[in-house]
Every structure is written in structure tokens, then in C-alpha cells.
């Protein structure tokens, strides 16, 4: 799953976001703004965020699942 929070634009900072799984919950954090987090319900398709302070700073991430680490998959 990738997810882009807002659209990209050259002139503008950017910050890749930290994902970890919780419950139905897929939990995005940025390293950089200690006050952004967004949740997405993997299963409601419910998000649920809460916004940095400066929000001209795109948030982007992704997440993938335990056990499909592209370092663990082979091609045939």
C-alpha cells in the first residue's frame, strides 16, 4: 500500500512517513513533525488525522505487510 497524502510539487518540503500496523489500523508517523499522524482502517477504508502545524508539508509512505519485505520475495 502507497500512500500519498497530498499532491507532490517540486517547490514544496516533503517528508516520507514511518507506517506500522495496528489492529484493522494502518498507522502512518513522521519523524520530522512529532505532531502528524494518519490512520487509515485497512478495512472501513475510515482515515483519521492529525494535522501539522505548518501544513504546506506534503506527507508521503507506505506500508507493506510482514512477510512481504521486497527482500523476502523472489523472483520465479
Known sequence: MVI???NSDEE???HTCQSR???DWIVFTCSQCN???QRINFKTQERIS???DDPTIF???SF???GL???QMHPN
Request: glycine share 8%.
Open 4 to 6: 500519498q497524502f497530498n
Open 21 to 23: 500496523r495496528e489492529g
Open 69 to 71: 519485505e521486497s527482500e
Open 59 to 61: 506527507h508521503q509512505g
Open 50 to 52: 492529525r494535522p501539522v
Open 64 to 66: 507493506v505487510p510482514v
Open 12 to 14: 514544496r518540503e516533503y
Open 35 to 37: 505532531e502528524y499522524e
